[in-house]
């Protein structure tokens, strides 16, 4: 499986933007595809995730009502769409895939993305 995610970039408080992951490798079915991130000096955290097959979808509490993770399948790529956003989202944002809201439970990680929120 390899995850190549790209859009990162830099914005200001307040702002939008979407990252995106691209899949290769397998079928997903029984999976979902998540976003992490990392903020310098801390640990990487859910963000949110949505079930290949069904699209259902889950956020950390941080995400509600900013953020939307999204799929296409027939693009094999997934989303996250991010408004308003604040100093505090500024991380890497990682892709994955697997299941749950554990780092544990995600065998396949892409790069990384670079998300910067100047305020």
């Known amino acids: 499986v390899q995850l190549q995610a790209s859009g990162g970039g830099l914005v200001q408080a307040g702002g939008s933007l979407r990252v995106s992951c691209a899949a290769s490798g397998r079928t997903f079915s029984g999976y979902a595809m998540a976003w992490f991130r990392q903020a310098p000096g801390k640990e990487r955290e859910f963000v949110a995730s949505?079930?290949?097959?069904?699209?259902?979808?889950y956020y950390a509490d941080s995400a509600k009502g900013r953020f939307t993770i999204s799929r296409d399948t027939t693009k094999n790529t997934a989303y996250l769409q991010m408004n308003s956003l604040k100093s505090e989202d500024t991380a890497i944002y990682y892709c994955?895939?697997?299941?749950?809201?554990?780092?544990?439970?995600?065998?396949?990680w892409g790069q990384g993305t670079q998300v910067t929120v100047s305020s």
């Open positions: 994955a895939v697997g299941r749950g809201r554990e780092r544990t439970g995600y065998d396949y």
């Open positions: 949505v079930w290949w097959s069904s699209g259902m979808t």
